[in-house]
């Protein structure tokens, strides 16, 4: 098997400093120049790989997205045949994840409102989380009636990337327990239907 392409190399190596760049200046931030810097090459360089940077930021989406698909599809291989709700905070709340993720979509999600495509992505990958956590759970719930299983899983998304969004404060290790404890409030909240 032979080497990775060069293209395939220096745009690996562009989006690593992209994401860099976010994370330490946030989307509006990071120009070109900044990423090339952060990259070790010219800003022309840049260009020539990943191409503008309303192209950089779409692909930063399609990569951030992917990415939470792939975290989304290991945690479901992980969670055992019953009992899904529980083993569900679990791994939402009790394990470090990668607060990267999160902020990567905090950036994106704070550019949204300018960028009518970008919008669109993530309405989609948001949607399609509390139809994941939706479908765990009405395993675990088949009785209960779609509005009040909807109600649960969007707060239980939102908890999730709440806690998350602390991490710049260094206040996630503070705010786990009780984020899991209205976690399992919204649980309960299943059993009497």
């Known amino acids: 098997m032979g080497r990775p392409s060069k293209k395939a190399e220096r745009t690996e190596e562009i989006f ?6 976010v994370l330490r200046f946030g989307l509006e ?7 090339a810097e952060e990259a070790g090459l010219q800003r022309s360089l840049v260009r020539h790989y990943v191409g503008n940077r309303s192209e950089l930021i779409e692909q930063l989406a399609d990569r951030t997205i992917e990415q939470s698909n792939q975290q989304w ?4 291989n992980y969670l055992p045949n019953s009992d899904l709700s529980n083993a569900l905070l679990d791994m939402l709340f009790d394990y470090e994840n990668s607060s990267d993720l999160s902020l990567l979509f905090q950036a994106l ?20 989380n ?9 395993k ?7 509005e009040k299983l909807d109600a649960v899983s969007f ?23 009780p ?3 209205a976690a399992m409030q919204l649980l309960k909240s299943l059993h009497t239907d």
């Open 16 to 21: 690593q400093a992209f994401q860099r760049c």
């Open 29 to 35: 931030g990071s120009t070109l120049e900044r990423i």
């Open 73 to 76: 599809i290991s945690l479901e």
């Open 109 to 128: 999600l704070f550019s949204a409102s300018q960028d009518e495509s970008l919008k669109q992505k993530l309405r989609g990958w948001t949607e399609h």
């Open 130 to 138: 509390i139809t994941a956590i939706n479908n765990l759970l009405r």
């Open 140 to 146: 675990d719930y088949p009785d209960v009636n779609t």
């Open 155 to 177: 707060g239980l998304l939102s908890l999730y990337f709440n806690l998350d969004s602390l991490s710049p404060l260094g206040l996630i290790s503070d705010y786990r327990l």
């Open 179 to 181: 984020a899991k404890q």
